[in-house]
């Protein structure tokens, strides 16, 4: 007699699957029994719909099982038909094919001859409130399993984990390391109980080293058990009192890394439906091993690769104090494009750099430790600020173009700026990045527009005009990248705004201050506030930060303990130079009496002054040669206070009184003067004249109070 016929006189039919490729192959009765027709497709959406629902699940589950353990696997399972009706129950047995691979099954399909009914009712809400139980907590593991980032924070989770039905009182997690098997960490065990396992050789003979040297689960049911198989293993573990241990493989990307242990006070007989909760918390628990893993790598990476690149600043300059911060953006590895440096120069002096190259990426901080290199190398030969400038745009030009690069061509921000200690000037060259700020004696912040070209790299031969500026006693330099101002969906004049507020709100009336600073306006952009203080824009952009503060102490010669910023009444004091071929700063000094002027009471008198000093300027340009100097003052004490504006040329030809008609352009500088000015003049020096006016905070009070009465 054919094994066919002998399978169909008992009902039983054969059946194959192949889980990697979906593939299902059955023979005659097994598809009589699932009732297929002869000819039919055969793929798991078939097969799946001649299934109990509730069945299903329990049959890809004792797949996995049975694939990972290498057992057979048997389940009972209600065949359906195209309205849901129950046809009959079968009897399913799945095991691995020998010296296959964990995807190819093998099995039995056989017809039940009992009915349904007959235990169903019995048996099924124990049945299904045993599996709800499962789920939920299935559920609530891979949830905060997913949550947790670190491998300490994985730990805790896996040492909270409490089974439906049998709860583990003791639970180890082993990794292996080479030729060693380590446990790193471990729940129910008091100080010092877990020591003779913490560190074991792999091929030791110990359940957990077998499990990571095979793969394969190891399930101890009884003491007797744990005893045959472990003999030493198991003296060293007979006082802890439990009965049953576990004992499974962590599988991550296909590779062992390590083994989970589960040991229970209470016997456990470890049914199909227990070993496939354990190990499909194994599972999740191996890849949450994994993904902490890789974070802490990268993190580990970004920071160290980071840390390389960027310098400590020199704590021990004459006469001033520096204070930096780099903050990383909060996406992907967490580095980027920006950078400070700070280098000593071959004359005594001292360079600011601060840059942002273009990016938030690997190639981005790659590149960005390249330009650093390259900028303090031209620098510690001794060029000016423009030179340095032009050779670092030549440079990041010639990467570009190298091919290496490809189609992602980058180009980079830059800031220069050659500091001498003893006098406070600044001689700054700029590429494209944003301008500095200054910090005043009193308080106030001023944006101190300088001369710039395009950012580095785009054009190879650029030329990058200077601006010099002289950091009076007691006035701090920022100088930062755009993250700090745009992060959060602000733009630059809104994230201007909040920078200011910043500043203006923080005393500094020491040195170590600085320090402080520095922390204060990394919080306001990314501490508690700024999540409800966002910007107007709808995109929400991260960028990471640079920073840099630089400020000119108290000389020697003020009140011990005093700063200027805590002495009565300082003055407010801005310079700027205005050359011929850039009539388009006069925007720029119309805006820097405007932040001067910033908390002036009355706004007609900040008009009035921001109007003449236009006219002022732009006489300069039109009707001289050279270029115009500005100097504006506040000085005297709050509610007395006079503002005083100088503008400076190199022409001897005065200005003179005109009487210009309805229709003339021009003329009426002198007149606008009389007319909005407290006081206003003309003073000739040896090469060229300065043209001033001044406006006066009491007489902004009366002229309030007069137009009141009137």
């Not at 078939?46 to 696997?73: C, K, P, Q, Y």
């Not at 689960?217 to 058990?225: G, R, T």
């Amino acid at each position: 007699m054919r094994t066919e016929d002998v399978l169909a006189t008992v009902a039983t039919g054969l059946w194959c699957w192949d889980n990697a490729a979906g593939a299902v192959t059955l023979d005659a009765e097994a598809r009589r029994l699932l009732a297929l027709p002869e000819h039919a497709p055969l793929t798991e959406g078939v097969i799946r719909a001649r299934f109990h629902a509730v069945d299903w699940l329990e049959f890809r589950s004792l797949l996995a099982l049975s694939g990972a353990e290498g057992t057979l696997g048997e389940l009972r399972m209600r065949v359906v038909d195209e309205r849901g009706g129950t046809l009959r129950t079968v009897r399913l047995r799945a095991k691995p094919v020998e010296g296959g691979t964990d995807h190819l099954m093998v099995g039995t399909i056989e017809e039940i001859a009992e009915a349904m009914e007959g235990t169903s009712t019995a048996r099924m809400p124990i049945v299904a409130d045993w599996h709800r139980n499962r789920e939920a907590f299935l559920l609530d593991a891979g949830r905060a399993l997913a949550e947790a980032h670190s491998t300490s924070e994985v730990l805790r989770v896996a040492a909270g984990l409490s089974m439906p039905g049998f709860e583990p009182s003791g639970l180890a997690v082993f990794v292996g390391e080479g030729s060693r098997v380590r446990v790193i960490g471990h729940h129910g065990y008091a100080p010092g109980e877990a020591e003779p396992f913490l560190e074991q050789p792999l091929d030791a003979a110990y359940p957990a080293a077998e499990v990571i040297r095979t793969g394969r689960a190891v399930y101890l049911p009884a003491p007797e058990d744990y005893r045959r198989r472990f003999p030493d293993a198991y003296r060293k573990v007979a006082h802890f009192g439990r009965t049953s241990w576990a004992f499974l493989p962590l599988i991550n990307a296909g590779r062992t890394i390590g083994a989970w242990m589960a040991g229970f006070s209470v016997p456990v007989a470890f049914t199909p439906d227990e070993r496939s909760v354990l190990t499909t918390v194994a599972r999740m628990l191996a890849q949450a091993l994994g993904r902490a893993s890789v974070t802490e790598s990268e993190r580990e990476l970004s920071v160290g690769l980071q840390r390389s690149m960027l310098p400590t600043v020199q704590p021990g300059i004459p006469g001033m104090t520096v204070a930096a911060r780099y903050v990383p953006t909060g996406g992907g590895l967490e580095v980027g494009g920006d950078w400070y440096d700070m280098i000593p120069l071959p004359n005594g002096k001292i360079a600011l750099v601060i840059g942002d190259v273009q990016g938030h990426d690997v190639r981005a901080a790659g590149l960005m430790g390249q330009l650093r290199i390259a900028l303090r190398a031209y620098a510690s030969e001794g060029h000016h600020p423009d030179a340095v400038l032009s050779r670092a745009s030549r440079f990041l030009a010639g990467i570009n173009d190298s091919g290496d690069a490809g189609d992602e061509q980058r180009f980079a921000t830059c800031l220069y700026i050659e500091v001498c200690p003893s006098s406070g000037l600044l001689v700054i060259a700029r590429a494209g990045h944003p301008d500095p700020a200054i910090r005043l004696s009193d308080g106030t912040l001023l944006v101190r527009p300088t001369a710039g070209g395009l950012p580095l790299g785009i054009i190879p031969d650029t030329d990058y005009p200077t601006t010099r500026i002289v950091l009076e006693p007691g006035e701090t330099m920022l100088v930062f990248t755009d993250g700090l101002v745009e992060t959060g969906g602000h733009d630059l004049e809104s994230g201007m705004a909040r920078l200011r507020q910043t500043v203006e709100g923080h005393a500094l009336d020491v040195d170590g201050d600085l320090e402080k600073l520095a922390d204060a306006l990394v919080q306001a952009v990314h501490g508690p506030p700024s999540h409800y203080t966002t910007g107007p824009l709808i995109d929400r952009r991260e960028d990471d930060i640079a920073l840099l503060l630089l400020r000119r102490t108290v000389p020697a010669g003020a009140p011990e303990g005093a700063e200027p910023g805590a002495l009565p009444h300082p003055p407010r004091r801005t310079v700027m130079a205005i050359a011929q071929a850039e009539p388009e700063r006069i925007a720029q000094a119309r805006q820097q009496i405007r932040e001067l002027m910033h908390d002036w009471p009355d706004p007609d008198q900040t008009d009035s002054a921001v109007l003449m000093v236009s006219e002022m300027v732009t006489n300069v340009l039109v009707h001289t040669d050279g270029d115009a100097l500005l100097i504006a003052e506040i000085s005297g004490e709050r509610g007395t206070r006079c503002v005083r504006v100088d503008v400076a040329d190199a022409s001897d030809e005065l200005p003179h009184r005109r009487h210009p008609g309805e229709m003339a352009s021009s003329g009426r500088g002198l007149v606008l003067m009389e007319l909005l000015a407290g006081a206003w003049g003309v003073d000739p020096r040896g090469e060229g004249k300065n043209i001033w006016f001044e406006l006066y905070e009491a007489t902004a009070g009366v002229e309030a109070q007069f137009e009141g009465v009137t």
